[in-house]
């Protein structure tokens, strides 16, 4: 199965135009396959065939590489760490946290950020409007955390100066759009994700100035 994940991962990257060192290519491998033996017995992600790993959890965590900013990235919800885990990989120069209330998840995490190791991450666990940590965040992500409306008003917080949100979702969630008003200015960013045929979007908001 190794084999197979790294011909996926290699070719994934390449259609991506996403670079990656071996190193980091072997890292986000090792990652996987940690992934999967705690699925076993934990089920921590939905993704449960293992041909189907590299491009639901990796390739589509990377997805936004390109529209990552700042120095402090926060992943809310984090679950089994996506995307965060692969895009610390990736951006060993910044500061990843990852966030979630379950435990056996940020058991997971923890055991995850050890083992690989990743000493830019950070993991914590919290519900997302009691948190409160020391400095905000140049960015906020999410994969499958809540509606837009629901992430702003539980992260506002969180958010540094300057900094914005970066929510990936399937379909353009156009009613949630509607919802925010010109209190936000917004950008969206169809992508790619090889072997996905669904849709897919990452939106990049940010509060109007």
Known sequence: MLDLWADQLGKGLARMRIS?????????LNYLALLEKWNRAFNLTAV????KMVSRQLLDSLSIQHLLEGDRV????SG???PGIPLSILNPERDFVLLDTNSKK????????????LENVEIEQARVEKYRPSQGFDLITSRAFASLPDMLGLTRHLLAPGGGWLAMKGAVPVAELETLGDEYSVEVHQLDVPEEPGQRHGILIRPAM
């Not at 990656?20 to 986000?28: N, T, W």
């Not at 926060?74 to 919800?77: F, I, P, S, Y």
């Open 74 to 77: 926060l992943d809310v919800g």
């Open 106 to 117: 940020t058991r997971f995490l923890r055991q995850a950020r050890l083992e690989l190791p």
């Open 80 to 82: 089994a760490g996506l």
């Open 48 to 51: 449960r065939d293992p041909v």
């Open 20 to 28: 990656a060192s071996r190193e980091q290519q072997q890292l986000l």
